[in-house]
């Protein structure tokens, strides 16, 4: 995970599908960022979760299963 974090995680907070991606001009994956948060959420990390549904796409969808 914390490879993940320093070679995908944008400075939006958002995550890429992989190193170097450029489609769309590197812009974040809204379900890859989603899994980012299920995956923290499962493991207890509300705070983390959190952190990746701020992501500028994903703030409209709330993320209400972290609240």
């Given at each position: 995970?914390?490879?993940?974090n320093?070679?995908?995680?944008t400075?939006?907070?958002?995550?890429?599908?992989f190193?170097?991606?450029?489609?769309?001009?590197g812009?974040?994956?809204?379900i890859?960022?989603?899994?980012?948060?299920?995956?923290?959420?499962?493991?207890?990390?509300?705070?983390?979760a959190r952190?990746?549904?701020?992501?500028?796409?994903l703030?409209?969808?709330?993320?209400h299963a972290?609240?």
């Amino acid at each position: 995970i914390e490879r993940m974090n320093l070679t995908l995680r944008t400075y939006t907070g958002g995550y890429l599908r992989f190193e170097e991606d450029n489609y769309m001009n590197g812009n974040p994956w809204t379900i890859a960022t989603l899994w980012m948060a299920e995956y923290h959420l499962a493991k207890g990390e509300k705070n983390k979760a959190r952190a990746c549904c701020c992501q500028r796409r994903l703030r409209q969808l709330r993320c209400h299963a972290i609240e």
